[in-house]
């Protein structure tokens, strides 16, 4: 275990070469990697959504592709087609970029409903379906997706359902401005990702997710993990709160967290940290609550307030 810790370091401290100042991003990001799920990048256009994504997959040597979603981007274009070779008289099949082990769906809001549902199948069984033929992912294999805020012209908010795939959401915000003056010195030289260095490799960031599978969960842990995400669902100012694929993912999170504290077992207090990034994107406001001006990161505070602690040894 000590072994493939190291490695998650590695790979937190090279992708900080690029990500300044982001250090609860840049660990959170990894967390879901080696959680074996996909995240979701939310912010304004600027603050380093692809530089994330591109650095991450620059540090674990994974296979990478790219996809950027625009408004007249079709599901073929991300699964792939199938061509007609005249040479053989048959069919060939030409996987699109969801092939690769870590993909990048840049500004995926950008692209109508029905593309983005193209995604689906990929992120929560890890194959995709072309004219009836089934393929399989690779392994690792995890979707980076960033957005622009829903406000912004040209955009299309995405389906819960694909909400829901993502493992977690963040946002990185704009830099401090020391650090913002670290940035401006890395850029200098030209852009700082084409230069990093792979940390390790795929089958490292298989070892790692096999690790966090490992990591032990109390019975009252998980209780206490399934009673914040109920108490979502009955909240007075939720219109839709979180499904099971929410408990999943907070204990799935919680578990890579207590790993890259090098703990093998999960604490309550993992829970609590990770309920905002593993719940926010699953739960919709009620409309009377929004007027109020009630928001998700608010919501899911007041359930992790309102659910007592369980007192537990570890083990």
Partial sequence: MQADYSNAEKIIGNIEKVIVGKHSEVELAVMALVAGGHLLIEDIPGVGKTMLARSLAHSTGCTFGRIQFTPDLLPGDITGVSIFNQKTSEFEFRPGPIAGQIVLADEINRATPKTQSALLEAME???????????????????????????????????????????????????????????????????????????????????????????????????????????????EGVYLGASPRGSLALQRLGQARAFLRGRDYVEPEDVKALAYPALGHRIIVSPAARVRGVTAAQVVEECVERVPVPGIRAR
Avoid: W
């Avoid at 690779?138 to 908010?157: C, L």
């Avoid at 389906?159 to 830099?175: K, N």
């Fill in 125 to 235: 069984e890890r194959q995709f379906t072309v004219d009836g033929v089934t393929h399989r992912l690779p392994e690792p294999f995890m979707v980076m997706a960033t957005q622009n805020p829903i406000e912004y012209e040209g955009t299309f908010p995405l389906p819960e359902a694909q909400l829901d795939r993502f493992l977690v959401r963040l946002h990185l915000g704009y830099p401090a401005a020391e650090d913002e003056v670290v940035i401006l010195e890395r850029h200098l030289d030209g852009g700082p990702v084409e230069n990093l260095e792979r940390v390790c490799d795929a089958n490292d960031v298989l070892a790692l997710q096999s690790d966090v599978n490992e990591v032990f969960v109390h019975e009252l842990v998980k209780q206490f993990i399934v009673a914040i995400v109920d108490a979502t669902r009955h909240h």
